[in-house]
């Protein structure tokens, strides 16, 4: 996981911060992908390298690239994402519990700037995270 989490830290370094992402090119059906769950404001499928037993991606449809880039006006937007992870998460049967993350700049690892919630569980998760 160690060598996992520094290949992570590499791609946020040299992650392109503007322009179409992977994430971009999955909504519009360029990149085929198997969403878990989706409705008019978001989707959510499986990470392709997850970090625990289960651990699946929430992203807005609406192109937000960071944490950086929110405002007021994407306050609900946000508080549905989580709602939307929550239901993911019953859907899985995490119910023993998860973590949402989300990473935001270089420094926070983020890889992909199209704003997205890390959901992580099926397993004790350490603290603390970083």
């Not at 929550?86 to 270089?106: H, S």
Request: aromatic share 6%.
């Amino acid at each position: 996981p160690l060598g996992k989490m520094a290949d992570e830290v590499q791609k946020a370094q040299e992650s392109p911060q503007k322009g179409d992402t992977v994430f971009g090119k999955m909504l519009k059906g360029d990149i085929p992908v198997n969403f878990i769950y989706q409705d008019e404001q978001c989707v959510a499928f499986h990470d392709i390298s997850p970090q625990a037993p289960t651990h699946f991606l929430v992203i807005p449809r609406k192109p937000i690239p960071s944490m950086m880039e929110v405002t007021a006006e994407d306050a609900a937007l946000l508080g549905h994402l989580v709602y939307a992870a929550k239901k993911v998460a019953e859907d899985l049967k995490l119910d023993k519990g998860y973590r949402i993350v989300i990473n935001n700049g270089p420094d926070g690892a983020q890889a992909v700037y199209h704003l997205h919630l890390h959901v992580m569980g099926g397993r004790q998760l350490g603290w603390p995270p970083g």
